[in-house]
């Protein structure tokens, strides 16, 4: 229909994006336009332009498909797939609105009805005060994202509740997340070269995968810290069921509130994305300060672009407020200037694409469970995070590696041995 909202909002989308509309769009009235053979996206109401224009992009759009003000029928990972081709190749200078485009939206959506008072954002969202990076705020942080429900967790991760990338190490038919966490967390022992009787600090613990791990498999003696409530709660009946609340330590503390004696070994992992940029160089001081001479630190880190460096819009605002993710090579020049030796880069950015997919595969097979524990909206923000996580680490857009760092002795020793010990 030639005057229809989708034969009038396509024409200025493409002028706006400067190419070819990737995606079909379907609006309200039922019309739709844009290419045929493409996913489809729904604006089920007028609201869901009202929240482009108030917001326009990344944050807009992941207001509106969280709410329900619109939806995608099709392959939602092809629809991004497309967007991102598009972009990479130039095709797509990036909608942004001068005066101009500004004057045209405007007419255009008094035309279509749609002004109005700007909508509320969905509850899902995040709202944090405070200075960035203190106690309190990081506390905040981590609580939005961790707390939101150990049974949910429990629901979409393997048995081992490890929420990091797994390393797969089989193609065989049954090898699946709870085998490749567990090669995970059998690497990460290896790397810190564990043995009985040793000491253990986990910063940023997590559900206690590694915690639990290294004391039933290497007989360690741990401590892990957490900000997160309910992991604390989920560790503490997970030491209980596994007899292991003599050798294991959990506490809601932060990392600037050790004041322990050094450990034999110190792992950090996917902890220091909410770290900060400006708290980066405390944060290495504190490993290293925890770390015996000739101790082994492994950190397990994400990392994106200096053009990039946070999460985007989308995963500040629901995922993980305050994200900061740095270049691999800034993180590396912190671990030196806090007085680590580098020993290994481990990158396992295509071990994640196949973790966040099994996540997302549980996610959808389970999506009655979802919805009921956590709500549609809720739900709704975990299918936009995993599909889009899967393919930003499978384009290169993220990437994340293991670390294996070293407090050397005085004298330079590093006690390590002249060949690499794991796989």
Known sequence: MPNSPASRLVPFVERLLGGTLPVGLRTWDGVRAGPPDAPTVVLRNRRALRRLLYAPGELGLARAYVSGDLDVEGDLADG??????LTRSGA???AKLGPREWA????????LGVVGPPPKPPVE???????LHTLLRDKSAIAHHYDLSNAFYQ???DESMAYSSAYWTSEEDGYDLEQAQWDKLELICRKLGLRPGMRLLDVGCGWGSLLVHAAKHHGVHAVGITLSAEQLQHIRSRLAQHDLEDRVEVRRQDYRELTDEPFDAVATIEMGEHVGEENYPEYTRTLYRMLKP???LVLQQMSRGAVAPGGGAFIERYIAPDMTMR???????HLETA??????VHALREHYVRTVRAWEKTLESNWDDVVALIGESGARVWRLYLVGGALAFEENRMGVDQILAVRSSQQGSSALPATREWS
Do not use: Y
């Open 125 to 131: 969202e995040a709202r944090l005060s405070g200075k």
């Open 294 to 296: 000739t101790g082994r």
């Open 155 to 157: 629901l979409l991760m």
């Open 104 to 111: 045209e939206a405007l007419r255009l959506a008094v035309g």
């Open 92 to 94: 797509v200078r990036g």
């Open 80 to 85: 991004f797939r497309r967007i991102w081709a």
């Open 327 to 333: 270049p691999l090579s800034r993180t590396l020049g």
């Open 339 to 344: 007085g680590f030796e580098i020993r290994d």
